[in-house]
Protein backbone atom coordinates (compact mmCIF):
# COMPACT_ATOMS: atom_id res chain seq x y z
CA UNK A 1 0.00 0.00 0.00
CA UNK A 2 2.69 2.66 0.84
CA UNK A 3 4.73 1.41 -1.90
CA UNK A 4 1.92 2.28 -4.34
CA UNK A 5 1.24 5.25 -2.34
CA UNK A 6 4.65 6.86 -2.90
CA UNK A 7 4.45 5.91 -6.95
CA UNK A 8 1.08 7.73 -7.22
CA UNK A 9 3.06 10.23 -5.41
CA UNK A 10 5.95 10.29 -7.54
CA UNK A 11 3.47 9.97 -10.70
CA UNK A 12 1.90 13.59 -9.68
CA UNK A 13 4.76 15.24 -9.04
CA UNK A 14 6.48 14.26 -12.11
CA UNK A 15 2.98 15.62 -13.98
CA UNK A 16 3.30 18.88 -12.23
CA UNK A 17 6.67 19.37 -13.22
CA UNK A 18 6.21 18.96 -16.95
CA UNK A 19 3.27 21.63 -16.22
CA UNK A 20 3.80 24.17 -13.39
CA UNK A 21 7.58 25.25 -12.48
CA UNK A 22 9.21 25.54 -9.85
CA UNK A 23 8.16 28.90 -8.89
CA UNK A 24 4.58 28.92 -9.84
CA UNK A 25 4.46 25.81 -7.47
CA UNK A 26 6.21 27.31 -4.64
CA UNK A 27 3.90 30.13 -4.85
CA UNK A 28 0.68 28.13 -4.31
CA UNK A 29 2.87 26.03 -1.26
CA UNK A 30 3.57 29.25 0.21
CA UNK A 31 -0.34 30.30 0.02
CA UNK A 32 -0.93 26.98 1.61
CA UNK A 33 1.28 26.97 4.26
CA UNK A 34 0.15 30.89 5.19
CA UNK A 35 -3.32 29.38 5.46
CA UNK A 36 -2.24 26.59 7.99
CA UNK A 37 -0.02 28.57 9.68
CA UNK A 38 -2.69 31.50 9.81
CA UNK A 39 -5.03 29.10 11.77
CA UNK A 40 -2.62 27.67 13.63
CA UNK A 41 -1.55 31.54 15.30
CA UNK A 42 -5.20 31.84 15.85
CA UNK A 43 -5.74 28.54 17.54
CA UNK A 44 -3.00 28.96 19.89
CA UNK A 45 -3.92 32.27 20.75
CA UNK A 46 -7.29 31.79 21.27
CA UNK A 47 -6.42 28.57 23.17
CA UNK A 48 -4.16 30.10 25.53
CA UNK A 49 -6.62 33.24 26.12
CA UNK A 50 -9.58 31.08 27.07
CA UNK A 51 -7.13 29.31 29.42
CA UNK A 52 -6.33 32.73 30.96
CA UNK A 53 -10.07 33.72 31.18
CA UNK A 54 -11.05 30.50 32.79
CA UNK A 55 -8.32 30.74 35.63
CA UNK A 56 -8.80 34.46 36.43
CA UNK A 57 -12.51 35.12 35.22
CA UNK A 58 -15.32 31.78 34.54
CA UNK A 59 -13.71 29.91 37.81
CA UNK A 60 -15.34 31.02 40.36
CA UNK A 61 -14.31 29.32 43.73
CA UNK A 62 -13.50 31.10 46.92
CA UNK A 63 -10.03 29.89 47.36
CA UNK A 64 -9.01 30.01 44.46
CA UNK A 65 -7.11 32.84 44.41
CA UNK A 66 -4.26 30.75 46.74
CA UNK A 67 -4.11 28.50 43.53
CA UNK A 68 -2.39 31.57 41.93
CA UNK A 69 0.91 30.71 43.32
CA UNK A 70 0.78 27.23 41.96
CA UNK A 71 -0.71 28.02 38.64
CA UNK A 72 2.68 28.61 36.63
CA UNK A 73 4.09 25.00 38.16
CA UNK A 74 0.77 23.37 37.26
CA UNK A 75 1.27 24.98 33.63
CA UNK A 76 4.65 23.57 33.49
CA UNK A 77 3.92 19.89 34.69
CA UNK A 78 0.98 19.37 32.47
CA UNK A 79 3.64 20.04 29.75
CA UNK A 80 5.98 18.11 31.01
CA UNK A 81 3.71 15.22 31.31
CA UNK A 82 2.09 16.17 27.33
CA UNK A 83 5.97 15.48 26.36
CA UNK A 84 7.02 12.61 28.15
CA UNK A 85 3.40 10.99 27.38
CA UNK A 86 2.50 12.23 24.08
CA UNK A 87 6.20 12.98 22.07
CA UNK A 88 7.65 9.17 23.75
CA UNK A 89 9.82 8.77 19.84
CA UNK A 90 10.80 12.02 18.93
CA UNK A 91 12.57 14.90 20.69
CA UNK A 92 10.86 18.11 21.77
CA UNK A 93 12.89 21.07 21.97
CA UNK A 94 11.96 24.69 22.46
CA UNK A 95 13.02 28.32 21.45
CA UNK A 96 14.37 28.91 17.77
CA UNK A 97 17.92 27.30 18.18
CA UNK A 98 16.53 24.08 17.11
CA UNK A 99 14.81 25.26 14.14
CA UNK A 100 18.34 26.95 13.58
CA UNK A 101 19.86 23.87 13.54
CA UNK A 102 17.50 21.88 11.10
CA UNK A 103 18.11 24.27 8.47
CA UNK A 104 21.70 24.20 9.23
CA UNK A 105 22.71 19.91 9.68
CA UNK A 106 19.12 18.29 9.60
CA UNK A 107 18.31 18.87 5.97
CA UNK A 108 15.14 21.48 7.13
CA UNK A 109 13.47 18.48 8.36
CA UNK A 110 11.47 19.56 11.40
CA UNK A 111 9.42 16.55 13.29
CA UNK A 112 6.04 17.21 12.05
CA UNK A 113 4.31 16.68 16.10
CA UNK A 114 5.80 20.43 16.59
CA UNK A 115 2.65 21.30 13.75
CA UNK A 116 0.20 20.70 17.13
CA UNK A 117 2.34 20.34 20.24
CA UNK A 118 4.21 23.34 20.03
CA UNK A 119 0.58 24.81 20.22
CA UNK A 120 -0.53 22.44 22.96
CA UNK A 121 1.96 22.96 25.47
CA UNK A 122 2.84 26.98 24.65
CA UNK A 123 -0.89 27.48 25.40
CA UNK A 124 -0.79 25.34 28.69
CA UNK A 125 2.40 27.04 29.45
CA UNK A 126 1.32 30.43 29.49
CA UNK A 127 -1.61 30.28 29.98
CA UNK A 128 -1.21 29.09 33.16
CA UNK A 129 0.56 31.77 34.47
CA UNK A 130 4.12 31.11 32.75
CA UNK A 131 6.32 34.17 31.69
CA UNK A 132 6.88 33.53 27.94
CA UNK A 133 5.88 34.35 24.73
CA UNK A 134 3.75 32.66 21.97
CA UNK A 135 5.65 33.56 19.22
CA UNK A 136 8.56 30.84 19.19
CA UNK A 137 6.28 28.52 19.88
CA UNK A 138 3.66 29.16 16.73
CA UNK A 139 7.14 30.22 14.61
CA UNK A 140 8.40 26.23 15.19
CA UNK A 141 4.43 25.34 14.19
CA UNK A 142 4.46 27.31 10.95
CA UNK A 143 7.87 25.85 10.17
CA UNK A 144 6.91 22.42 10.43
CA UNK A 145 4.27 23.03 8.22
CA UNK A 146 6.35 23.67 5.63
CA UNK A 147 8.86 21.33 6.22
CA UNK A 148 6.78 18.41 6.53
CA UNK A 149 4.38 19.65 2.94
CA UNK A 150 7.74 20.36 1.31
CA UNK A 151 8.85 16.98 2.20
CA UNK A 152 5.60 15.26 1.78
CA UNK A 153 6.01 16.14 -1.99
CA UNK A 154 9.46 15.40 -2.74
CA UNK A 155 11.09 19.04 -2.85
CA UNK A 156 15.01 19.59 -2.60
CA UNK A 157 16.30 21.05 0.52
CA UNK A 158 16.58 24.39 -0.83
CA UNK A 159 12.58 24.46 -1.64
CA UNK A 160 11.89 23.08 1.67
CA UNK A 161 14.20 25.52 3.20
CA UNK A 162 12.00 28.09 1.64
CA UNK A 163 8.79 26.84 2.88
CA UNK A 164 10.11 26.39 6.18
CA UNK A 165 11.02 30.54 6.56
CA UNK A 166 7.21 30.83 4.66
CA UNK A 167 6.06 29.07 7.46
CA UNK A 168 7.97 30.95 10.00
CA UNK A 169 6.74 34.53 8.41
CA UNK A 170 3.11 33.37 8.19
CA UNK A 171 3.43 32.41 12.14
CA UNK A 172 4.73 36.09 13.05
CA UNK A 173 1.99 37.75 10.50
CA UNK A 174 -0.39 35.28 12.10
CA UNK A 175 0.67 35.90 15.78
CA UNK A 176 0.86 40.02 15.82
CA UNK A 177 -0.99 40.61 12.83
CA UNK A 178 2.08 41.85 10.87
CA UNK A 179 3.10 40.80 7.75
CA UNK A 180 5.99 42.77 6.99
CA UNK A 181 7.59 42.04 10.39
CA UNK A 182 6.72 38.20 9.41
CA UNK A 183 8.78 38.02 5.98
CA UNK A 184 11.60 40.44 7.67
CA UNK A 185 11.86 38.25 10.13
CA UNK A 186 12.46 35.34 7.98
CA UNK A 187 14.94 36.81 5.85
CA UNK A 188 16.82 38.27 8.93
CA UNK A 189 16.83 35.11 11.46
CA UNK A 190 16.13 32.13 8.89
CA UNK A 191 16.74 32.62 5.51
CA UNK A 192 20.82 31.87 5.00
CA UNK A 193 20.89 34.02 1.61
CA UNK A 194 17.94 36.51 0.61
CA UNK A 195 16.85 36.02 -3.44
CA UNK A 196 14.54 38.69 -4.96
CA UNK A 197 12.35 35.01 -5.69
CA UNK A 198 11.92 34.28 -2.47
CA UNK A 199 10.17 37.27 -1.26
CA UNK A 200 7.06 35.87 -3.24
CA UNK A 201 6.26 33.15 -1.41
CA UNK A 202 7.19 35.25 1.92
CA UNK A 203 5.20 37.89 1.24
CA UNK A 204 2.16 35.82 0.16
CA UNK A 205 2.41 33.43 2.83
CA UNK A 206 2.71 36.21 5.52
CA UNK A 207 -0.44 38.21 4.14
CA UNK A 208 -2.48 35.33 3.95
CA UNK A 209 -1.81 34.00 7.34
CA UNK A 210 -2.32 37.52 8.85
CA UNK A 211 -6.01 37.43 6.56
CA UNK A 212 -6.47 33.93 8.10
CA UNK A 213 -5.89 34.98 11.77
CA UNK A 214 -8.16 37.76 11.63
CA UNK A 215 -10.62 36.32 10.35
CA UNK A 216 -10.54 34.02 13.81
CA UNK A 217 -9.05 36.76 16.44
CA UNK A 218 -9.43 40.37 15.33
CA UNK A 219 -7.96 42.16 18.56
CA UNK A 220 -5.11 44.64 17.95
CA UNK A 221 -2.24 44.00 20.07
CA UNK A 222 -1.50 47.52 21.24
CA UNK A 223 -3.33 51.12 20.82
CA UNK A 224 -1.03 54.06 20.32
CA UNK A 225 -1.60 57.67 20.79
CA UNK A 226 1.01 60.10 19.66
CA UNK A 227 1.49 63.08 17.48
CA UNK A 228 4.55 62.18 16.37
CA UNK A 229 8.36 62.84 18.03
CA UNK A 230 10.30 65.72 18.81
CA UNK A 231 13.85 66.55 17.53
CA UNK A 232 14.79 67.67 21.03
CA UNK A 233 14.09 63.97 22.25
CA UNK A 234 16.69 62.48 20.35
CA UNK A 235 19.24 62.84 22.92
CA UNK A 236 17.30 60.83 25.01
CA UNK A 237 16.17 58.37 23.44
CA UNK A 238 20.14 57.70 22.33
CA UNK A 239 20.17 57.63 26.32
CA UNK A 240 17.64 54.68 26.02
CA UNK A 241 19.16 52.88 23.44
CA UNK A 242 22.03 52.60 25.68
CA UNK A 243 20.61 50.98 28.33
CA UNK A 244 18.99 49.11 26.68
CA UNK A 245 22.28 47.68 24.61
CA UNK A 246 23.43 47.34 28.08
CA UNK A 247 20.57 45.77 29.52
CA UNK A 248 20.45 43.56 26.02
CA UNK A 249 23.79 42.09 27.18
CA UNK A 250 22.95 41.14 30.59
CA UNK A 251 19.66 39.34 29.11
CA UNK A 252 22.43 36.99 27.32
CA UNK A 253 24.67 35.92 29.78
CA UNK A 254 21.50 35.40 32.41
CA UNK A 255 20.12 33.25 29.66
CA UNK A 256 22.85 30.54 29.77
CA UNK A 257 23.58 31.22 33.37
CA UNK A 258 20.05 30.04 34.54
CA UNK A 259 20.31 27.28 32.00
CA UNK A 260 23.13 25.97 33.26
CA UNK A 261 21.53 25.63 36.47
CA UNK A 262 18.41 24.08 35.56
CA UNK A 263 20.70 21.66 33.38
CA UNK A 264 22.37 20.48 36.53
CA UNK A 265 18.81 19.55 37.95
CA UNK A 266 18.84 15.94 36.55
CA UNK A 267 15.04 14.94 37.43
CA UNK A 268 12.37 16.72 35.21
CA UNK A 269 9.94 16.76 38.15
CA UNK A 270 12.47 18.23 40.59
CA UNK A 271 12.75 21.27 37.90
CA UNK A 272 9.21 21.57 37.73
CA UNK A 273 8.66 22.23 41.63
CA UNK A 274 11.97 23.91 41.72
CA UNK A 275 11.02 26.22 39.22
CA UNK A 276 7.41 26.46 39.55
CA UNK A 277 7.87 27.70 42.96
CA UNK A 278 10.15 29.79 42.31
CA UNK A 279 7.95 31.25 39.70
CA UNK A 280 4.70 31.79 41.50
CA UNK A 281 6.94 33.36 44.10
CA UNK A 282 7.75 35.93 41.81
CA UNK A 283 3.98 36.29 40.29
CA UNK A 284 3.03 37.02 43.73
CA UNK A 285 4.98 39.46 44.07
CA UNK A 286 4.90 41.25 40.67
CA UNK A 287 1.63 40.29 38.74
CA UNK A 288 2.53 41.43 35.83
CA UNK A 289 4.87 38.48 35.34
CA UNK A 290 1.87 36.53 35.00
CA UNK A 291 1.52 35.00 31.11
CA UNK A 292 2.96 36.78 28.39
CA UNK A 293 2.36 40.61 29.99
CA UNK A 294 0.75 42.24 27.38
CA UNK A 295 -2.37 43.59 29.29
CA UNK A 296 0.03 45.98 31.47
CA UNK A 297 1.73 47.43 28.61
CA UNK A 298 -1.65 48.18 26.62
CA UNK A 299 -2.63 50.07 29.78
CA UNK A 300 0.68 51.93 30.30
CA UNK A 301 0.15 52.85 26.44
CA UNK A 302 -3.15 54.08 27.11
CA UNK A 303 -1.48 56.40 29.94
CA UNK A 304 -2.25 54.44 33.19
CA UNK A 305 1.69 54.64 34.77
CA UNK A 306 0.65 52.73 38.13
CA UNK A 307 -0.18 49.60 36.05
CA UNK A 308 3.13 47.85 36.86
CA UNK A 309 2.46 48.49 40.23
CA UNK A 310 -1.28 48.11 41.08
CA UNK A 311 -2.95 44.96 41.75
CA UNK A 312 0.64 43.80 43.41
CA UNK A 313 1.00 43.78 47.43
CA UNK A 314 2.55 47.01 46.81
CA UNK A 315 -0.09 48.94 45.60
CA UNK A 316 -0.91 51.11 49.01
CA UNK A 317 2.37 53.08 47.80
CA UNK A 318 1.60 53.93 43.90
CA UNK A 319 1.22 57.66 45.23
CA UNK A 320 4.96 57.33 46.00
CA UNK A 321 6.54 58.42 43.04
CA UNK A 322 10.18 56.70 43.98
CA UNK A 323 8.49 53.50 44.84
CA UNK A 324 6.53 53.35 41.68
CA UNK A 325 10.24 53.89 39.81
CA UNK A 326 11.99 51.17 42.05
CA UNK A 327 9.25 48.92 41.84
CA UNK A 328 9.37 49.00 37.79
CA UNK A 329 12.86 48.78 37.74
CA UNK A 330 12.71 45.50 39.77
CA UNK A 331 10.14 44.11 37.99
CA UNK A 332 12.17 44.32 34.67
CA UNK A 333 15.02 42.20 36.09
CA UNK A 334 12.61 39.62 37.41
CA UNK A 335 10.58 39.49 34.68
CA UNK A 336 14.09 38.19 32.47
CA UNK A 337 14.42 35.65 35.45
CA UNK A 338 10.85 34.59 35.49
CA UNK A 339 11.31 33.88 31.73
CA UNK A 340 14.11 31.87 31.61
CA UNK A 341 12.94 30.10 34.93
CA UNK A 342 9.80 29.00 33.21
CA UNK A 343 12.01 27.25 30.03
CA UNK A 344 14.39 25.89 32.52
CA UNK A 345 11.69 24.28 34.38
CA UNK A 346 10.38 22.83 31.50
CA UNK A 347 7.85 25.01 29.83
CA UNK A 348 7.23 25.83 26.39
CA UNK A 349 7.36 29.62 25.00
CA UNK A 350 9.96 31.81 23.79
CA UNK A 351 11.64 35.11 24.23
CA UNK A 352 10.32 37.28 21.92
CA UNK A 353 7.37 38.63 23.98
CA UNK A 354 9.39 38.97 27.33
CA UNK A 355 11.97 41.18 25.55
CA UNK A 356 9.20 43.41 24.30
CA UNK A 357 7.83 43.93 27.80
CA UNK A 358 11.25 44.45 29.19
CA UNK A 359 12.01 47.25 26.67
CA UNK A 360 8.79 48.55 26.78
CA UNK A 361 9.00 48.87 30.87
CA UNK A 362 12.50 50.25 30.29
CA UNK A 363 11.32 52.82 27.97
CA UNK A 364 8.47 53.60 30.49
CA UNK A 365 10.57 54.15 33.65
CA UNK A 366 13.27 55.77 31.69
CA UNK A 367 11.13 58.80 30.39
CA UNK A 368 8.90 58.32 33.36
CA UNK A 369 11.50 59.02 35.68
CA UNK A 370 12.78 62.07 33.53
CA UNK A 371 8.99 63.72 33.59
CA UNK A 372 9.07 63.06 37.69
CA UNK A 373 12.23 64.73 37.82
CA UNK A 374 11.50 68.13 35.87
CA UNK A 375 14.48 67.42 33.77
CA UNK A 376 12.18 67.73 30.28
CA UNK A 377 9.23 66.35 29.31
CA UNK A 378 8.80 63.52 27.79
CA UNK A 379 5.86 61.35 25.88
CA UNK A 380 6.09 57.92 27.87
CA UNK A 381 4.18 56.01 24.26
CA UNK A 382 7.05 57.06 22.54
CA UNK A 383 9.57 55.95 24.70
CA UNK A 384 7.61 52.85 25.72
CA UNK A 385 7.42 51.52 21.55
CA UNK A 386 10.91 52.62 20.89
CA UNK A 387 11.94 50.65 24.22
CA UNK A 388 9.98 47.63 22.62
CA UNK A 389 11.80 47.87 19.38
CA UNK A 390 15.17 48.13 20.48
CA UNK A 391 14.96 45.35 23.13
CA UNK A 392 13.69 42.74 20.42
CA UNK A 393 16.45 44.10 17.61
CA UNK A 394 19.11 44.07 20.08
CA UNK A 395 18.46 40.63 22.15
CA UNK A 396 17.55 38.99 19.01
CA UNK A 397 20.05 40.45 16.73
CA UNK A 398 17.29 41.59 14.32
CA UNK A 399 16.69 44.88 14.37
CA UNK A 400 14.57 45.46 10.96
CA UNK A 401 12.42 42.68 12.84
CA UNK A 402 12.09 45.41 15.65
CA UNK A 403 11.59 48.44 13.96
CA UNK A 404 9.06 46.84 10.86
CA UNK A 405 7.41 44.84 14.04
CA UNK A 406 7.00 47.69 16.88
CA UNK A 407 5.76 49.85 13.97
CA UNK A 408 3.09 47.55 12.32
CA UNK A 409 1.64 46.50 15.88
CA UNK A 410 1.10 49.72 17.17
CA UNK A 411 0.50 51.62 14.26
CA UNK A 412 3.87 54.08 15.04
CA UNK A 413 5.04 54.07 11.95
CA UNK A 414 5.04 58.26 12.71
CA UNK A 415 7.64 57.35 15.03
CA UNK A 416 10.37 55.38 12.89
CA UNK A 417 12.92 57.76 13.07
CA UNK A 418 13.26 57.33 17.04
CA UNK A 419 12.60 53.39 16.22
CA UNK A 420 15.66 53.26 13.90
CA UNK A 421 17.50 55.11 16.10
CA UNK A 422 17.50 53.34 19.70
CA UNK A 423 17.39 49.81 17.67
CA UNK A 424 20.55 50.63 15.89
CA UNK A 425 22.38 51.84 18.77
CA UNK A 426 21.41 49.18 21.31
CA UNK A 427 22.08 46.68 18.84
CA UNK A 428 25.26 47.63 17.82
CA UNK A 429 26.12 47.83 21.81
CA UNK A 430 24.68 44.10 22.25
CA UNK A 431 26.29 42.83 18.68
CA UNK A 432 29.93 44.71 19.99
CA UNK A 433 29.67 42.27 23.78
CA UNK A 434 27.77 39.07 21.46
CA UNK A 435 28.57 38.08 18.64
CA UNK A 436 25.80 35.53 18.20
CA UNK A 437 22.49 36.14 19.58
CA UNK A 438 20.51 33.92 22.01
CA UNK A 439 19.41 31.63 19.42
CA UNK A 440 22.73 31.04 17.60
CA UNK A 441 25.23 31.46 19.81
CA UNK A 442 25.22 27.71 20.42
CA UNK A 443 24.87 26.80 17.49
CA UNK A 444 27.94 28.54 16.61
CA UNK A 445 30.19 27.49 19.12
CA UNK A 446 29.37 23.46 18.01
CA UNK A 447 30.04 24.84 14.42
CA UNK A 448 26.54 24.44 13.31
CA UNK A 449 25.38 27.76 11.97
CA UNK A 450 24.84 28.92 8.69
CA UNK A 451 27.07 31.74 8.03
CA UNK A 452 26.51 34.66 5.70
CA UNK A 453 29.77 35.60 5.83
CA UNK A 454 31.53 32.32 4.84
CA UNK A 455 29.99 30.67 2.41
CA UNK A 456 32.37 27.49 2.23
CA UNK A 457 31.43 27.07 5.71
CA UNK A 458 27.45 26.96 4.87
CA UNK A 459 27.50 24.80 2.02
CA UNK A 460 29.85 22.06 3.77
CA UNK A 461 27.48 22.21 7.00
CA UNK A 462 25.14 21.20 4.83
CA UNK A 463 26.81 17.91 3.93
CA UNK A 464 27.31 14.93 5.93
CA UNK A 465 30.36 12.80 6.16
CA UNK A 466 28.09 9.60 6.03
CA UNK A 467 27.13 9.72 2.57
CA UNK A 468 30.28 10.59 1.05
CA UNK A 469 32.25 7.40 3.14
CA UNK A 470 33.29 4.65 -0.05
CA UNK A 471 33.00 1.24 1.34
CA UNK A 472 34.75 -0.09 -1.57
CA UNK A 473 37.85 0.10 -1.03
CA UNK A 474 39.84 -3.44 -0.05
CA UNK A 475 39.78 -4.71 3.73
CA UNK A 476 42.42 -6.70 4.76
CA UNK A 477 42.86 -8.45 8.05
CA UNK A 478 46.40 -8.06 9.90
CA UNK A 479 47.24 -12.07 9.26
CA UNK A 480 46.10 -11.99 5.79
CA UNK A 481 48.51 -13.50 3.18
CA UNK A 482 48.75 -11.25 0.08
CA UNK A 483 49.05 -13.58 -2.21
CA UNK A 484 45.81 -15.27 -1.52
CA UNK A 485 43.93 -11.45 -1.61
CA UNK A 486 45.45 -10.19 -5.20
CA UNK A 487 42.44 -10.57 -6.91
CA UNK A 488 40.45 -8.78 -4.85
CA UNK A 489 43.24 -5.98 -4.66
CA UNK A 490 43.43 -6.21 -8.49
CA UNK A 491 39.84 -5.99 -8.77
CA UNK A 492 38.81 -3.27 -6.80
CA UNK A 493 41.15 -0.75 -8.62
CA UNK A 494 41.92 1.11 -6.30
CA UNK A 495 45.40 2.13 -4.37
CA UNK A 496 45.07 1.57 -1.13
CA UNK A 497 43.28 -0.57 1.07
CA UNK A 498 42.59 -0.60 4.65
CA UNK A 499 43.76 -3.41 7.18
CA UNK A 500 42.02 -4.28 10.61
CA UNK A 501 42.07 -7.19 13.33
CA UNK A 502 39.77 -9.90 13.39
CA UNK A 503 36.94 -7.28 15.21
CA UNK A 504 37.12 -4.59 13.12
CA UNK A 505 39.63 -2.43 15.29
CA UNK A 506 41.96 0.24 12.05
CA UNK A 507 45.08 -1.11 12.47
CA UNK A 508 46.53 1.15 9.25
CA UNK A 509 46.91 1.42 5.67
CA UNK A 510 48.70 -0.74 2.42
CA UNK A 511 49.28 1.02 -0.43
CA UNK A 512 48.99 -0.97 -3.34
CA UNK A 513 52.08 -0.12 -4.81
CA UNK A 514 54.10 -1.24 -1.95
CA UNK A 515 52.06 -4.49 -2.61
CA UNK A 516 52.96 -4.87 -6.17
CA UNK A 517 56.56 -3.74 -5.49
CA UNK A 518 56.80 -6.62 -2.81
CA UNK A 519 55.20 -9.33 -5.09
CA UNK A 520 57.86 -8.53 -7.66
CA UNK A 521 60.62 -8.50 -5.36
CA UNK A 522 59.77 -10.42 -2.49
CA UNK A 523 61.66 -14.03 -2.86
CA UNK A 524 59.28 -15.48 0.01
CA UNK A 525 56.04 -13.26 -1.48
CA UNK A 526 54.01 -16.32 -0.66
CA UNK A 527 54.34 -15.92 2.84
CA UNK A 528 53.76 -12.06 2.50
CA UNK A 529 51.38 -11.05 4.88
CA UNK A 530 49.38 -7.79 5.63
CA UNK A 531 51.15 -7.15 8.83
CA UNK A 532 54.41 -6.77 7.34
CA UNK A 533 53.72 -3.92 4.75
CA UNK A 534 50.82 -2.16 7.13
CA UNK A 535 51.73 1.38 8.00
CA UNK A 536 49.92 4.29 9.82
CA UNK A 537 47.22 6.52 8.34
CA UNK A 538 48.79 10.12 8.50
CA UNK A 539 45.94 10.80 9.69
CA UNK A 540 42.06 9.45 10.47
CA UNK A 541 38.69 11.00 10.36
CA UNK A 542 35.94 10.19 13.00
CA UNK A 543 32.77 9.67 11.16
CA UNK A 544 31.51 12.03 13.28
CA UNK A 545 33.62 14.73 12.23
CA UNK A 546 32.41 18.04 10.32
CA UNK A 547 33.24 18.34 6.72
CA UNK A 548 35.47 21.61 7.30
CA UNK A 549 37.55 19.55 9.85
CA UNK A 550 37.96 16.66 7.36
CA UNK A 551 39.36 18.88 4.56
CA UNK A 552 41.57 20.35 7.21
CA UNK A 553 43.13 17.50 8.10
CA UNK A 554 43.62 16.54 4.31
CA UNK A 555 45.14 20.00 3.62
CA UNK A 556 47.73 19.52 6.94
CA UNK A 557 48.97 16.06 5.27
CA UNK A 558 48.84 16.93 1.79
CA UNK A 559 46.56 13.39 0.84
CA UNK A 560 43.92 13.07 -1.27
CA UNK A 561 41.90 10.78 0.56
CA UNK A 562 41.59 9.43 4.63
CA UNK A 563 40.09 6.12 6.30
CA UNK A 564 37.28 6.97 8.76
CA UNK A 565 36.15 5.33 11.75
CA UNK A 566 33.66 5.49 14.77
CA UNK A 567 34.18 6.22 18.11
CA UNK A 568 35.38 2.88 18.91
CA UNK A 569 37.66 2.76 16.27
CA UNK A 570 36.10 0.75 13.87
CA UNK A 571 36.86 0.77 10.20
CA UNK A 572 33.89 2.27 8.15
CA UNK A 573 35.62 3.28 4.76
CA UNK A 574 37.39 6.04 3.18
CA UNK A 575 36.39 9.91 2.08
CA UNK A 576 38.15 11.41 -0.55
CA UNK A 577 38.49 14.68 -1.69
CA UNK A 578 36.58 13.93 -4.95
CA UNK A 579 33.17 12.61 -3.09
CA UNK A 580 33.33 15.95 -1.30
CA UNK A 581 34.21 18.28 -3.76
CA UNK A 582 31.29 16.70 -6.03
CA UNK A 583 29.07 16.80 -3.25
CA UNK A 584 30.37 20.46 -2.74
CA UNK A 585 29.74 20.90 -6.59
CA UNK A 586 26.48 19.74 -6.72
CA UNK A 587 24.76 21.95 -3.57
CA UNK A 588 25.89 24.64 -5.76
CA UNK A 589 24.43 23.83 -9.19
CA UNK A 590 21.38 23.21 -6.53
CA UNK A 591 21.37 26.32 -5.18
CA UNK A 592 21.88 28.39 -8.52
CA UNK A 593 18.86 26.53 -10.06
CA UNK A 594 16.72 27.32 -6.81
CA UNK A 595 13.40 28.39 -7.94
CA UNK A 596 14.41 28.60 -11.69
Request: aromatic share 12%; glycine share 8%.
Amino acid sequence: MYIRFVNYLDKINQYRKSKISNRNFLVILAIIVGILAGLAAAALKSLTHHIEEFLQSDWHWKYKYYLYFIFPMIGIFLTVLYIKYFIRKSKFETGLTPLLYAISKNSSKIEAHNIYSQIITAAVTVGFGGSTGLEAPIVTSGSAIGSNLGRFLGLSYREITMLVACGAAAGIAGAFNSPVAGIVFAIEILLPEFTIPAFIPLLLSAATAAVVARLFYTQQLFFLVTEGWQVNALFYYVLLAGLIGLFSIYFTKANYAVKGLFYKIKHPYTKVIVGGLMLGFLVFLFPTLYGEGYITMKNLLRGDYLAVINNSIFEDYNTIPALVILFTVVTIFMKSLATLITLGAGGNGGTFAPSLIMGGLIGFIFAYTVNTLGIAHLNVSNFIVAGMAAALGSIMHAPLTGIFLIAEITGGYILMVPLMITTAISYAINRSAQKHSIYTKVLADKGELLSHEDKDTTVLNQMKLKYLIEKTYPQLLMDDLISLKMNEIIQSHKNICAVTDELGDFKGIIYIEDIFSEMVNNTDKENLMATNLVQSAPNIILENDDLKVVLQKMEQENVWLLPVVDETNRYKGFVSKTAIFNKYRALLMRQNDYMG
